[in-house]
């Protein structure tokens, strides 16, 4: 089992930035990738990025590109990637969820039903 926990979401102004953190505990030394997922209002849940767990590139869906960050804390003890917004823009307003995939096999990371473990989302609201 892995849980995994999101936090940092709030209400910002349009042109602000976040940083949301998604702390993982339990079985840590399965996950090989982490992904983040946004969900807005009406709309399917999305990819927007994804890392992976020890080492390598992230990767992001191309509308969010030069804008969102994703890294992992120094501290590996800590066991927390990071998502950072910028220029953030009223259409960025969703709920963002981390999400987990558990080697040993790699699985497309793009797509939701890849990962075996979500958290419960923390919410972003961007007013203009």
């Known amino acids: 089992q892995v849980q995994l926990v999101e936090s940092g979401g709030g209400l910002v102004q349009a042109g602000g930035s976040l940083r949301l953190s998604c702390v993982a505990s339990?079985?840590?030394?399965?996950?090989?990738?982490m992904g983040w997922f946004r969900q807005a209002p009406g709309k399917e849940r999305e990819f927007v990025g994804t890392?992976?767990?020890?080492?390598?590139?992230?990767?992001?869906e191309d509308s969010v590109k030069g804008r969102f960050t994703i890294s992992r804390d120094n501290d590996v003890t800590m066991n927390t990637i990071y998502l950072i917004i910028d220029s953030l823009a009223p259409e960025d307003t969703a709920v963002y969820y981390c999400?987990?995939?558990?080697?040993?096999?790699?699985?497309?990371?793009?797509?939701?039903?890849?990962?075996?473990?979500w958290g419960r989302g923390t919410q972003v609201t961007v007013s203009s």
């Open positions: 890392i992976p767990w020890t080492d390598g590139t992230t990767r992001f």
């Open positions: 339990g079985r840590t030394f399965s996950i090989i990738d």
């Open positions: 999400a987990a995939i558990l080697g040993p096999h790699h699985k497309d990371t793009v797509k939701a039903e890849s990962y075996d473990y």
